[in-house]
Nanobody, 126 residues
Framework: QVHLVESGGGLVQAGGSLRLSCAAS????????LGWFRQAPGKEREFVCAISWSGRSTCAADSVKGRFTISRDNAKNTVYLQMNSLKPEDTAVYYC???????????????????WGQGTQVTVSS
């Protein structure tokens, strides 16, 4: 069992930055594949960024690449999402997720994750 707790969400103006954190407990953090997903009202949950055990990472090409960065600190059992140049369309609930897989191709899909946090709201005003 893995317990995930997100933090760092809030209200920010367009063009601003936020850093989300997700603290994990319950399993060996260094052997978890980790991802960030988001869900806006009336829309499906979508992939944002993911990072493997070995630190290989990827982000959604069209929507966030070049603006968002995922990183992990195994000593702190925490994964981060640095979000820069925020846009109103980034407004959503952001979820952290974990899985035992180390394959980056697996980590981009919502259904491949076993564990989810409760989410943190990010609101970007225009």
């Amino acid at each position: 069992q893995v317990h995930l707790v997100e933090s760092g969400g809030g209200l920010v103006q367009a063009g601003g930055s936020l850093r989300l954190s997700c603290a994990a407990s319950g399993r060996t953090f260094s052997r978890l594949g980790l991802g960030w997903f988001r869900q806006a009202p009336g829309k499906e949950r979508e992939f944002v960024c993911a990072i493997s055990w070995s630190g290989r990472s990827t982000c959604a090409a069209d929507s966030v690449k070049g603006r968002f960065t995922i990183s992990r600190d195994n000593a702190k059992n925490t994964v981060y999402l640095q979000m820069n140049s925020l846009k109103p369309e980034d407004t959503a609930v952001y979820y952290c997720a974990a899985t035992s897989s180390n394959h980056i191709g697996v980590l981009v899909t919502t259904g491949n994750y076993n564990y989810w946090g409760q989410g943190t709201q990010v609101t970007v005003s225009s």
